[in-house]
């Protein structure tokens, strides 16, 4: 018999009133089975006309004050959260049949986190992040290829290739995070914590 909670859910829901701490224990045990890229995530955004949008994208980093990633600042996901900071992240671990949705409101994040980050990029993606302007039409390959040459022959130094102001990263603090689990006959688990004044309530929902 699968032990439960104390709100009748698989045990794997935990007790916990932090749900950062419930996200830590079920990415942990998502690093062990997801055959590749556990951090990687569904990030939702809305442009100016409400047209939503979603990529993958993968999470650097995690903490009570949010969820991070890294990307181009000029990029289609960037001028839809300069324009509309809520947003929606997504995780999926389909070895472990989970789900957690978030949401929240997005914020740049510092100059120094954003400079730690970029150098424990490798050599390639340093310059990829000069010679790529992310989401703007390409005529051909070539050209991006040759832009890639010439950031290299700029940048020849692999230990030191500067961050482009361009590039840098968001924070999602979420205001909702929900933990989801297959269930037989789609009668799934659900729960859900909302932050209220700086602090988290938790309840079920339906399948």
Same mark, same amino acid.
């Given at each position: 018999?699968?032990?439960?909670?104390? @709100?009748?859910?698989?045990?794997?829901?935990?007790?916990?009133?932090?749900?950062?701490?419930?996200? #830590? !224990?079920?990415?942990? #045990? +998502?690093?062990?089975? #997801?055959?590749?890229?556990?951090? +990687? @995530?569904?990030? +939702?955004?809305?442009?100016?006309?409400?047209?939503?949008?979603?990529?993958?994208?993968?999470?650097?980093?995690?903490?009570?004050?949010?969820?991070?990633?890294?990307?181009? @600042?000029?990029?289609?996901?960037?001028?839809?959260?300069? =324009?509309?900071?809520? $947003?929606?992240?997504?995780?999926?671990?389909?070895?472990?049949? %989970?789900?957690? *949705?978030?949401?929240?409101?997005?914020?740049?994040?510092?100059? !120094?986190? +954003?400079?730690?980050?970029?150098?424990? *990029?490798?050599?390639?993606? %340093?310059?990829? $992040?000069?010679?790529?302007?992310?989401?703007?039409? @390409?005529?051909? %390959?070539?050209?991006?290829?040759?832009?890639?040459?010439?950031?290299?022959?700029?940048?020849?130094? =692999?230990?030191?290739?500067? *961050?482009?102001?361009?590039?840098?990263?968001?924070?999602?603090?979420?205001?909702?995070?929900?933990?989801?689990?297959?269930?037989?006959? %789609?009668?799934?688990? *659900?729960?859900?914590?909302?932050?209220?004044?700086?602090?988290?309530?938790?309840?079920?929902?339906?399948?």
């Amino acid at each position: 018999m699968n032990q439960k909670n104390s @709100l009748g859910l698989d045990i794997c829901f935990k007790d916990l009133d932090d749900p950062i701490k419930l996200f #830590e !224990e079920w990415f942990n #045990e +998502a690093k062990k089975t #997801e055959i590749n890229d556990p951090n +990687a @995530l569904a990030l +939702a955004t809305v442009d100016k006309s409400s047209v939503p949008t979603v990529r993958m994208v993968l999470l650097k980093n995690f903490n009570n004050s949010g969820f991070v990633f890294f990307t181009n @600042l000029n990029s289609m996901k960037s001028n839809d959260l300069k =324009k509309n900071p809520n $947003a929606s992240l997504c995780f999926h671990w389909k070895s472990l049949l %989970r789900q957690i *949705r978030i949401t929240g409101k997005i914020s740049k994040v510092s100059d !120094e986190d +954003a400079d730690t980050y970029y150098q424990t *990029r490798s050599y390639g993606s %340093r310059i990829g $992040a000069w010679a790529s302007k992310q989401s703007s039409i @390409l005529k051909n %390959r070539e050209d991006l290829y040759k832009s890639i040459e010439d950031y290299k022959k700029k940048y020849p130094d =692999k230990n030191n290739v500067p *961050r482009p102001k361009n590039w840098s990263g968001w924070n999602l603090k979420p205001n909702s995070i929900e933990f989801w689990l297959d269930g037989q006959d %789609r009668i799934h688990q *659900r729960l859900k914590y909302i932050r209220k004044n700086n602090t988290w309530e938790k309840f079920l929902l339906n399948p």
